[in-house]
């Protein structure tokens, strides 16, 4: 390896099987209270429903689980161990008093249906966040219960469906630029509207010509990212607004960006009608290795009447309750309401930063983004060249000419100790290398990135192979996935 | 602000670099008329301990210390120490999504294994990464059957759990999937009868829980047998997860649709819980959600990654089988550790203590009130009719910090005064007799109790 890395360094880490494979009868990593009621005959109460036999589940102690899955995650990379720069994913610091709060008994231990009067402590909690999302959004109303984003896409939908329903006419299509998240023309399916591709203009912003063509009253509402997945701030977002709702259509926004803009511009004050949050991206909850997540949808008045069922209401004697009654909504989307523990998590996040807290954190992910843009342009193609925000897209142009694409740099990247930006997306930037560095860094850890992927650059012109060959400091090397797909094993087997 | 790591300095040396002046000229692609230039109204900027304390005092509110007897899709179980020791390590809490195979390996050997448990427990070949929730994963197992068989009517039984078919009927409406319900008979088992009449060659599949709503075990082999008779498929929903360790699990279903909740995961009034779909591996490409595979590295080591991605929204978009991507990793680890800790022999043994528990309270409420669907086998609820407004009962255990059963009138007017119990392993006999008490102290309970006792003992008999 020619260039070292000032980051990371090798050291020994553990080999560990599967969990089966350490499993033998007779140990045990469990103990139960003696019975204090009757013992039963299982086989007299259940019949032929009794189980007798649990297969292959383990056999081990509570010594081997706690090195087995310590193991485990020493093979994981993490925020808490560097800079995470996937962009359009928010890997920023999950603050530990979140976690803790979230674990006090009468917040962790509560029963979703136990009685109101007995809950208004939980009652609370929502009552708050959904006030600071209103205004931290500026929109008039607010459900938390979709368990993700793309689950309050969904939400977000079926509630613009019900209004233009309301209308008389549901309409049948919902327009989405070339640059969105996948999960946005997926949901537009699951609702039942036809997707119609929108196309982005030089500068990567929603095509204003394209728009006013296409916009008519079929279209049920635009999904627009903002600032896009460029990380680009549509400048005409009034313009854009204006002709959607020339047409009675109604303006949807996937906040997944929210970092760029909380406590800089509210996007009720832009022209939006609905939108939904990430609480797993813009306030701070642990993206877990995949979820838990959470997708509140802000609303503008008009859409109030269709928000899904069970909806948070103060009642005449001032305690909180929730009102089932609503003949307008579009239904539940979930069991219960929502995922409450995310909930305590989010306000948690929203009182350590306060307004100023907030702001400096916005200011701080922008000024990180354009910190980066300008260490690494000229040495990567910036295809456009349009102001950054949150989070700035360049492609492997130059670097793909010596053979070298996005995904080769970004396994690169992982041997200089970071995790890899995210690859090949937004779709209209061919090789693209999206990166986000959030908030949570500080000028040094940006400076280790910038100088390690200045040194990728410059591999790639001597040494290219050491680059495809990425990575070389990992437990496994680049691992074989068209056999995974082609031949799926999905399960342990004996 | 504690949480960001530069001095002003820093702030001023990279604004430098940039070659801007302000913070402010970062934010000038933001027309004018939309920047903020006022504070958000939200509270002030507070202290570590102080956000503490204003969480204790929620918690305050709360029914902080009171024993329940609430089950009904959510379940409370004991969750051993080590699952928040080891799920609270930053390599797993503050990771991504393991797309970046290499250096995720941990998170995807972890859900690998924990598809492995989840197969070995359903009795299902293959089992995703995780759903949302049981709710939602049963919406979403209904609209794979539908994929599947080409057929678009769905059949859903009403002792599913009442909320879950209201989540069914949401994503349904705009699918073009049109919804008939069957009802329960007197045992609280579906009505045999009732479903066969129900089905027709439109019928994509049958939507069932086992055990019901009700705590009510199915008769599944006789309810697949019909199902399959048409050309139906027939999908499990199981929300008490603890039952698979006891109760035989539903061979004969085509989809099963899981809450793993009760495998060491927190009530957390309702949520993050963990879905869960297991399938036969035939019908695997149209199963949505993560799935992790194992592979191997140009080495030839073992390794794991996540496969069969071309079903999923970020590469087919409008044409893939779900638009899920973010779903409920940690939580499933949590289920994951949990399964490890009780494993082959404990789960059973845990089952078991469910079932005493539970055989115990029913029995003993019998003698006070009317404890329905006694005809049927049930796991650890059960439904208690009384004379008196269940919610006067409740108001009553309130005062001594006990919450009593779930009101059914709500979701089954048929059903009256009638209450779902349910008990756990950490449901005490002290905690039951206490409750018992309670619901006995109500003069209109213990004259129904006198009625029905004689006629309650002989349809036990009789199940026996």
């Known amino acids: 390896m020619k260039h070292m890395t000032r980051k990371a360094t090798r050291h020994v880490n553990q080999n560990e099987g599967l969990i089966f494979e350490k499993s033998s009868a007779g140990k045990a990593a469990w103990k139960l209270p003696p019975l204090d009621v009757p013992e039963v005959d299982s086989a007299k109460l259940l019949g032929r429903s009794e189980r007798k036999d649990l297969g292959h589940m383990p056999e081990v102690s509570e010594i081997e689980i706690i090195r087995h899955f310590t193991r485990l995650s020493t093979w994981n990379y993490a925020i808490d161990l560097g800079m995470y720069p996937l962009g359009s994913c928010t890997m920023k610091y999950n603050p530990r008093v979140n976690e803790f709060v979230a ?73 989405i630029p070339d640059s969105a998240h996948g999960t946005n023309p997926a949901t537009a399916a699951m609702v039942n509207y036809a997707v119609e591709n929108l196309k982005s203009d030089s500068n990567g912003m929603v095509d204003i010509a394209a728009l006013e063509a296409q916009m008519n009253e079929d279209v049920a509402a635009l999904m627009l990212t903002n600032p896009n997945t460029l990380g680009v ?106 995922n409450f523990g995310m ?11 306060g307004p100023d807290g907030l702001r400096q954190t916005t200011e701080d992910a922008v000024l990180n983004a354009n910190y980066i843009r300008k260490g690494l342009e000229g040495i990567y193609d910036l295809p456009y060249s349009t102001p950054t925000m949150h989070e700035v897209v360049f492609s492997d142009k130059l670097q793909a000419k010596k053979g070298a694409r996005t995904m080769d740099i970004a396994k690169r990247l992982i041997d200089y100790g970071f995790h890899p930006y995210t690859t090949a997306f937004p779709l209209i930037v061919p090789g693209a290398l999206m990166i986000e560095p959030t908030e949570s860094e500080s000028k040094e850890e940006m400076d280790l990135f910038i100088e390690a992927m200045k040194s990728i650059a410059e591999e790639v012109e001597e040494d290219p192979q050491t680059v495809l060959d990425a990575p070389h400091s990992t437990r496994v090397s680049r691992l074989d996935e068209t056999a995974a797909a082609r031949k799926p094993v999905l399960r342990w087997k004996p | ?54 969480f204790r005092q929620r918690s305050r509110e709360n029914g902080e210390g009171y024993t329940s007897f609430l089950g009904a899709g959510a379940y409370s179980h004991y969750r051993p120490v080590i699952i928040d020791a080891l799920i609270s390590r930053g390599e797993f809490l503050t990771a991504y999504t393991p797309y970046q195979a290499e250096i995720s390996q941990g998170t995807l050997q972890s859900i690998f294994e924990f598809q492995t448990m989840i197969c070995e427990l359903t009795g299902m070949e293959v089992a995703n990464a995780s759903m949302y ?21 769905v059949v859903v039984a009403r002792s599913l759990h009442p909320e879950y078919r209201e989540v069914l009927a949401t994503y349904a409406t705009h699918q073009g999937m049109p919804l008939g319900v069957v009802g329960f008979g007197d045992d609280g088992q579906i009505n045999l009868q009732e479903l066969e009449k129900s089905i027709s060659a439109e019928t994509a599949c049958v939507l069932i829980q086992s055990p019901n709503f009700f705590g009510t075990i199915e008769d599944v082999a006789a309810i697949a047998e019909i199902t399959h008779r048409s050309g139906a498929m027939l999908v499990v929903s199981i929300a008490e997860a603890v039952s698979l360790g ?197 003069e209109g309970s213990v004259q129904s109790a006198k009625e029905e006792a004689a006629k309650e003992e002989s349809v036990e008999e009789l199940a026996r």
């Not at chain 1, 959004?137 to 219960?145: K, Y």
């Not at chain 1, 997944?256 to 004050?269: Q, S």
């Not at chain 2, 302000?22 to 958000?40: K, T």
């Open chain 2, 246 to 442: 006891i109760v035989e699990p539903p061979h004969e279903a085509d989809i099963i649709a899981m809450e793993a909740q009760s495998f060491g995961v927190p009530l957390g009034f309702g949520g993050p819980y963990c879905g869960v779909i297991a399938t036969r591996e035939k019908f695997v490409r149209q199963m949505p959600g993560r799935l992790v595979g194992q592979t191997t590295d140009k080495h030839g080591k073992r390794g794991f990654v996540l496969t069969l991605a071309t079903r999923e929204q970020h590469i087919r978009r409008e044409k893939a089988t779900s638009n899920i991507c973010t779903n409920q990793a940690l939580i499933a680890l949590m289920v994951n550790i949990f399964m490890t800790v009780y494993g082959r022999v404990g789960l059973k043994e845990l089952a078991k203590q469910n079932l005493a528990k539970t055989a115990y309270a029913a029995g003993q409420f019998a003698k006070h009130g009317r404890v329905l669907f006694a005809g049927a086998p049930r796991f650890n609820e059960f439904v208690v009719e009384t004379a008196e407004d269940p919610h006067d009962i409740n108001n009553r255990l309130l005062r001594h910090k006990i919450v009593g059963g779930l009101p059914l009138k709500k979701f089954y007017p048929e059903l009256g005064n009638a209450a779902l119990w349910g008990c756990t392993e950490l449901t005490t006999r002290s905690a039951i007799d206490t409750a018992l008490r309670v619901v006995a102290e109500s």
């Open chain 2, 133 to 153: 929730d049981g709710s939602t994963a049963a919406a979403e197992a209904v609209m794979m059957a539908v994929r599947l068989t080409g057929r678009r009517r």
């Open chain 1, 343 to 353: 909930f305590v998590r989010a306000l948690a996040y929203i009182q350590a930063n």
């Open chain 1, 233 to 338: 701030f549509e400048q005409q977002i009034h313009k854009i607004a204006d002709i959607l709702h020339a047409k009675g259509g109604l303006l949807y926004m996937d906040g997944a960006n929210m970092n760029a803009l909380v406590g800089k511009a509210r996007p009720g004050d832009f022209g939006v009608d609905v939108m939904h949050l990430n609480l797993h991206k813009t306030f701070s909850t642990p993206h877990g290795g995949g979820g838990p997540g959470s997708g509140p949808v802000a609303i503008k008045k008009k859409l109030e009447p269709f928000l899904p069922t069970p909806v948070l209401v103060t009642k005449s004697d001032g305690t909180l309750g929730f009102e089932y009654q609503r003949p307008q909504s579009v239904g539940r989307v979930r069991a219960f309401y929502g």
């Open chain 1, 103 to 175: 674990r006090i008994e009468g917040l962790a231990n509560a029963h979703p249906y136990q009685p109101e009067k007995v809950s208004q402590g939980a009652l609370r909690i929502l009552k708050t966040l959904s006030e600071c999302l209103i205004e931290i959004t500026g929109m008039d109303a607010i459900t938390l219960q979709p368990a993700a984003g793309a689950h309050g896409e969904m939400t977000g939908l079926l509630m613009v469906r019900a209004y233009h329903q309301s209308q008389g006419n549901a309409r049948k299509k919902i327009l």
């Open chain 2, 1 to 54: 602000m504690r949480y960001l790591p530069k001095s002003p300095a820093d702030r001023e040396a990279m604004l430098k670099a940039i070659g801007l002046r302000s913070v402010d000229e970062l934010f000038a692609p933001i027309p004018g008329e939309y920047r903020l230039s006022r504070d958000l109204n939200v509270p002030r900027q507070m202290a570590e301990s102080e956000i503490v304390d204003y």
